[in-house]
């Protein structure tokens, strides 16, 4: 009976035991052991906190505000604007320059870089009494310092303004007076963007005076060279169309231009037949001569052709000596300025120019336009006759040469000249044999004698 009662009372125990362990675990209750993980876990988050090593569980709680951190400030800079400094560096206006007459005007813009701009012209304003204007706009620039207004007041042109027409923007205008038409291009390296305004030709330009030989810009005395042949009397001052000659002798300074394998350069070889060449003109044909060096100073290509059209010359000459990968190329040849024919014109022109096939192929873009007043036929036309007088000439005293003739190529020196202009190809710097010619005064007198034979031809066909 006793048994029985504690049995009893052993089950109806348990029945009330076992419901309240149940709620205890739904509720959370700890068995000692999870307890002990719980400290467990609690120690090893403070040692992680010690050595920057989290615990399992703060690494995830650490991975999720990392990303979110990382969520905002990518949305943050996408919000923010870009320095514009940083993002894209402005061009820096350098400079502005001009080369004028009467009838003619150059105003060239100078850049450290290449640039976007566009240009509008504005009639006179009657209402505000202003005068028509012509203005460009240059895109991502800035003007450095020094840069300033010029007065220019040759007729064509009043003035050329500049300024910062807003952050990013430099604004030139041009004032015009009696402009009758204008041509808008671009010259690389350095990139510069000119502008040439034309007018009515005056005739005081080209008026006959005393032949002379003078070099603009002013440089030092033109040099003495070696006698090869005695000095004819000076001729009387030439009567007809052709009065006044610029010759140009191609680079100088610190572009040597083409180099040959004995380290002759082509900046001095073509000085020295530009020397002869200028006196010949004078002493023979009796024509007033400019050179646009005389010394062993570089003259941009945008100069030498402006120095041409200043001066209101009837022709323009540039003297060069040529180069090419193969050292057995030889010859001689003559260009005017036209689209390029071959890649082996481009690539000479890329040469000539100091730039890539790229650029040139940019100019050859804008050719059609710039040539729409140019002397293409009367070029086309002096460069023959100079072509077959030099080879007749040079191929009667030395044997082996070629005649590679007339062609026309993209050349910067001659681009934007009013009068008809070739670029005469001497021979090559990369021929071995015709680089020791070169360098011979005897040679260089030859190459001036045939110029000068071709230009009296031309002159004479114009009878």
């Known amino acids: 009976m006793t048994k029985k009662l504690c049995l009893l009372i052993f089950i109806i125990f ?58 905002k400030t990518a949305k943050l800079k996408k919000a923010l604007p870009r320095d514009p400094e940083k993002a894209a ?20 813009v100078a850049l450290d870089r290449e640039a976007k701009f566009e240009f509008h012209r504005l009639p006179r304003n009657e209402e ?33 303004r500049i300024a910062q027409f807003s952050s990013g923007t430099v604004r030139v205008v041009l004032d015009l007076d009696s402009m009758k038409d204008y041509k808008v291009f671009t010259f690389s390296d350095p990139f510069s963007i000119i502008i040439d305004a034309k007018g009515d030709r005056q005739t005081e330009i080209t008026r006959a005076r005393e ?10 005395a033109i040099k003495p060279l070696p006698a090869v042949e005695k000095t004819r009397e000076t001729a009387r001052p030439a009567i007809g169309k052709i009065r006044r000659i610029v010759v140009d002798a191609g680079h100088g300074g610190h572009d040597p231009g083409a180099l040959g394998a004995g380290g002759s350069r082509e900046k001095d ?21 400019v050179l646009t060096r005389s010394t062993d100073v570089f003259i941009e290509l945008k100069e030498r052709t402006a120095i041409a059209n200043q001066v209101g010359a009837d022709l323009f000459v540039s003297i060069h000596a040529n180069a090419a990968l193969s050292r057995n190329t030889n010859g001689i040849e003559t260009y005017y300025l036209n689209l390029a ?35 293409l036929n009367d070029s086309a036309h002096l460069a023959d ?69 071709g230009i009296r031809e031309y002159i004479a066909s114009l009878k």
């Not at 560096?89 to 060239?108: G, Q």
């Not at 070889?269 to 007033?288: P, S, T």
């Not at 021929?431 to 110029?451: F, H, I, M, S, W």
């Open 385 to 453: 006759e100079v072509q077959k007088a030099v080879y007749h000439r040079v191929a009667a005293k030395y044997s082996g040469v070629k005649n590679l003739g007339v062609k026309q190529g993209p050349f910067y020196v001659l681009v934007g000249a009013t009068m008809p202009s070739i670029l005469v190809e001497t021979a090559f710097l990369s021929n071995e044999k015709e680089e020791a010619r070169l360098k011979d005064p005897a040679y260089q007198e030859c190459t001036a004698e045939g110029v000068l034979d």
């Open 269 to 289: 070889v073509v000085l020295q037949i530009a020397l002869r060449l200028a006196r010949k003109l004078k002493e023979e044909l009796g024509l007033d001569v």
């Open 211 to 220: 032949p002379g030989i003078s070099t603009l810009p002013a440089t030092a």
């Open 128 to 160: 505000l009494q202003s005068s028509p204007r012509l203005y460009i706009d240059i895109s991502g620039a800035k003007i450095a310092p020094g840069v300033k207004d010029i007065t220019i007041g040759d007729g064509l042109l009043k003035k050329a």
């Open 89 to 108: 560096p402005f061009a820096l206006v350098k400079e502005l320059r001009h080369w004028s007459n009467p009838d003619y005007t150059r105003i060239a």
């Open 14 to 71: 348990m029945a009330l035991l076992l419901p309240g362990m149940a709620i205890a675990e739904q509720n959370g209750a700890k068995s000692p052991a999870r307890d002990a993980e719980h400290h467990a876990g609690k120690k090893a988050g403070k040692a992680g906190k010690k050595t920057g090593k989290a615990s399992p569980s703060r690494k995830k709680k650490s991975g999720k505000v990392s990303g979110k951190k990382s969520a």
């Open 341 to 375: 024919k071959t890649e082996k014109v481009a690539q000479l022109a890329a040469q000539e120019n100091g730039t890539t096939l790229e650029k040139v192929s940019l100019l050859q873009a804008v050719l059609f336009d710039l040539m729409a007043n140019y002397k």
